[in-house]
């Protein structure tokens, strides 16, 4: 399992065939007045494919990255499944003793949502600790080679990601992670936890509704969590039908049409933020890791079919027996699931837990600073967490 240093590097005929498919968009008609209530305007479309085609310079976008976040690639086995390569991440701090931490993704991110992270959680003071950082580009994602074969579920993506920080010489580690990285570093935690994997964060707490007859009242802010999560459910939601039981059929069309990748993912950036100023090469670089990634867009939906034998659920919810390792959660009110608190409380050893007045599901990219504020409070001297690494207190 060897290293290698790894730069994007897309072939220009690659860049071309983009631009044609691009040039050659035939676009639906649209409602008067319809704005975002049947999904993305077709005014912001017809912008976008405009600048992908001519003006976005992904050339400029790509070194940029290359410069910016230290990439590696390395070849991983997971059981029963061969061998695969796998891209990621990794920054060590110039503090020898930083805590290891591993953050995993989501849909429809990739490892450009630790692009903000980084440089603020590698850093460290006498007031703060400070972190190794590594973030995986999972397996079907970004730069990440696909699974081949069926039944690659949670357990073995949690597989990989441990034996990634393994190879790297983290013995012990802490993870993060939102969306699809909720439920992968829940896993890590079920599976590894006390071992290697000694405490989780999230910035998506999951929730029941307590079965006891005396279920405390909630807050006004508990109550506007909720009506997100009604408004989720009702009319954000239909995305995980498909994904989760036909994705090869939507496949085709992510794969062959770029505008179609960009309303699908565009409509999620837009609806899942809080009030985020998309720029639109911000937008197309972030789909271009999509358009161009290892596997194509259609591998970045299987994980929605494999994970939970089609049950979302089961997926988005942790399992028995709970992790006991110390967790901590964020919660921003424009998530796509906000509960309450004493429904969260439930998930686990939470140790650790913030309420943030604004963020939405992008919480790395949107709120990278209240993300990594909460990491330094929960793993920090003083905090519920500290110490938990062995001989590494992230302080120098």
Known sequence: MTETPFKISIPDEKIALLRQKLELTTFPDELEDSGWEYGVPLSDVQRLVARWANGYD???????????LPQFTRDIDAEGHGTLSIHYVHKKSEIAAALPLLFIHGWPGSFLEARKLLPLVTKGSDNFPA??????SIPGYGFSQSPRTKGFDLAQYAEVANKLMLALGYTEYVTQGGDWGFPITCRIAQIYGGKHSKAWHTNMPIGEAPKSTTEPSLTEKEKAGLERTSWF???GGGYLRQQSTQPQTLGYSLSDSPAGLLAWIYEKLVNWSDSYQWEDDEVLTWLSIYWFSRGGPTASLRIYFEAGNHSLGAAFSVPEPRPTIPLGLSQFPKDI???PKNWTREMGNVVFDADHESG???AAYERPEYLADDLRKMFGKGGPAFGVVSGHSGYA
């Not at 992904?58 to 910016?68: D, P």
């Not at 972190?131 to 995986?136: D, E, G, I, K, R």
């Open 337 to 339: 699931l906000v509960y």
């Open 131 to 136: 972190f190794h950082f590594v973030a995986m």
């Open 58 to 68: 992904w050339k400029k976008h790509e070194s940029q990255l290359n410069s910016e």
């Open 233 to 235: 459910h009702r009319f």
């Open 360 to 362: 939405g599901h992008f």
